[in-house]
């Protein structure tokens, strides 16, 4: 299976992800059918995969030094507070923590 649409263009478009169902069309394939194919070659749905690459990538650009409320606007998260909420749940730790 192809990188899906949405892993591609700089951020924060890049976080811009494409319609479910406009990816199932492009790939020609119920929503459904999409999840599942997807899940069977990467272990996770499409909206896990995105979140753990941006959370991946926050990782990063916190080891870089970058701010983190630069972190969270520049991978398209609603604001700080989404970001550390997701960033917790997947790296078991807050931010700030994490680049300490």
């Known amino acids: 299976m192809a990188a899906p ?3 591609r263009g700089p ?7 494409r319609q479910l169902a406009e990816l199932a069309a492009l790939a020609g394939l119920s929503r459904y059918q999409l999840i599942r194919a997807f899940r ?7 909206h896990a995969w995105q979140v753990n ?3 991946n990538l926050a990782r990063d650009r916190l080891r870089a030094g970058e701010a983190i409320a630069e972190v969270a606007y520049g991978l398209g998260f609603a ?3 989404h970001f550390q909420r ?3 749940a997947h790296a078991a ?3 700030a923590r994490y680049r300490a």
């Open 5 to 7: 649409a949405f892993s």
């Open 40 to 46: 069977r070659a990467t272990g996770m749905t499409p």
């Open 93 to 95: 730790v807050t931010p």
């Open 86 to 88: 997701v960033f917790k």
């Open 79 to 81: 604001d700080q507070s």
């Open 53 to 55: 690459q941006r959370v």
């Open 11 to 17: 951020a924060p478009r890049r976080w811009r992800c």
